[in-house]
Nanobody, 120 residues
Framework: QVQVVESGGGLVQAGGSLRLSCAASGSISGINAAGWYRQSPGKQREFVASFRTTDYITNYADSVKGRFTISRDNAKNTVFLQMDSLKPEDTAVYYC?????????????WGQGTQVTVSS
């Protein structure tokens, strides 16, 4: 059974940093692509950052460019989101969406989310 689990959220003061992890486990061949999204109360889920292993292209929302960095550890099937210079408006539940290779097929999975709270 495939699982995608986020971790690393917490409470941090404005200007601080957090590193989120998204670990995929089970009988998988690897992570083909992944993205981080976030959702604040009363708002729609929004895109934060993504990467593709096919061409190593990364994308970031304008609101996080220069502050957040997406990376991965292929050997551990884990994707990271390094968040620096955090602002109160970054407060949200952060979700990982991973496109996972199982044999010759690709499947997308969402994690359960991890809460990030930035105090002013």
């Amino acid at each position: 059974q495939v699982q995608v689990v986020e971790s690393g959220g917490g409470l941090v003061q404005a200007g601080g940093s957090l590193r989120l992890s998204c670990a995929a486990s089970g009988s998988i061949s690897g992570i083909n692509a992944a993205g981080w999204y976030r959702q604040s109360p009363g708002k729609q889920r929004e895109f934060v950052a993504s990467f593709r292993t096919t061409d190593y292209i990364t994308n970031y929302a304008d609101s996080v460019k220069g502050r957040f960095t997406i990376s991965r550890d292929n050997a551990k099937n884990t994707v990271f989101l390094q968040m620096d210079s955090l602002k109160p408006e970054d407060t949200a539940v952060y979700y990982c969406n991973a496109e996972i290779r199982i044999g010759t097929y690709l499947y997308k999975y969402w994690g359960q989310g991890t809460q990030v709270t930035v105090s002013s």
